[in-house]
Structure formats: C-alpha cells, structure tokens
C-alpha cells in the first residue's frame, strides 16, 4: 500500500500549483476588470458629451423655428401690403387712362384739343 504520507504530499503540491495559476488568472482578471472600467467611463463620457451637443442642437432649432415663425408672419404682413398698393397703383393707372383716352374730359384751362395732345404738343398721336 501506499504511503498516507507522501501522498498527501504531493496532493499538497499539487494544490499549492493550482493556487499559483488561480492567482495568476485572478490578477489577469484584474487587469482586464480595470481596463473594462476604464473603457465604460471613457464611453459615459462620450455618451454624456453628445447627450450635450444634442440638447443644445435642440435649443438652436426651438429658437431658429420661433425666429423663421416671426419671419413669416413679417412676409406675409409685407405681401399684403404690397397687394394693397399694387392694386391702388392699377386703380390709378386705371384712372388716368381713361382721362386720358376720354376725348371729352377737358382740362381747366380747356381747349377743343384732348388732354394729351394739350399737355405734350410734340406727341405725334396715330389713330388706330
């Protein structure tokens, strides 16, 4: 039979190499821990960083759509305007057309001859 003793010997051995490896992996393990850690900051930092820029992208675009908002009624209140007077310039337009293609308005100051041929003689006019 064996010996009780040397076999827990080298059963003693055997265990005191397999710490070895188990310390050896457990400070590996370790290091790739610290280095995961390391890794998942540098990324909230990052996630944090572009949370940020988003945010205030968004403030930009709230304030740039209440400025566009703003321009728009300013556009619209000029068209309108500009409406009022196109269609008061055809009114007249309209007016002194008609005065002076009426050959029996005269002037003030009146003559049998028509307004436009009264207030520029030079004017060669064509009948048509």
Same mark, same amino acid.
């Given at each position: 039979?064996?010996?009780?003793?040397?076999?827990?010997?080298? /059963?003693?051995?055997?265990?005191?190499?397999? #710490? /070895?490896?188990? /310390?050896?992996?457990?400070?590996?393990?370790?290091?790739? =821990? !610290?280095?995961?850690?390391?890794d998942v900051s540098a990324l909230a930092a990052k996630l944090d960083a572009h949370t940020r820029v988003?945010?205030?992208? /968004?403030? &930009?675009?709230?304030?740039? !759509? #209440?400025? #566009?908002?703003?321009? @728009?009624?300013?556009?619209?209140?000029?068209?309108?305007?500009?409406?009022? !007077?196109?269609?008061?310039?055809?009114?007249?337009?309209?007016?002194? &057309?008609?005065?002076?293609?009426?050959? @029996?308005?005269? @002037?003030?100051?009146?003559? @049998?001859?028509?307004?436009?041929?009264?207030?520029?003689?030079?004017?060669?006019?064509? =009948?048509?």
């Amino acid at each position: 039979m064996a010996d009780p003793n040397n076999d827990l010997e080298a /059963r003693v051995t055997a265990l005191e190499s397999q #710490i /070895r490896l188990v /310390r050896a992996d457990a400070a590996a393990a370790r290091v790739l =821990a !610290g280095g995961a850690d390391r890794d998942v900051s540098a990324l909230a930092a990052k996630l944090d960083a572009h949370t940020r820029v988003l945010n205030a992208l /968004r403030e &930009t675009q709230l304030e740039q !759509g #209440i400025a #566009i908002g703003e321009l @728009s009624h300013r556009v619209d209140g000029l068209e309108h305007e500009m409406r009022q !007077g196109f269609a008061m310039m055809a009114t007249g337009m309209a007016r002194i &057309t008609a005065l002076l293609e009426d050959p @029996s308005w005269t @002037s003030p100051h009146a003559t @049998s001859a028509p307004l436009c041929e009264r207030e520029f003689p030079d004017l060669q006019h064509t =009948a048509t």
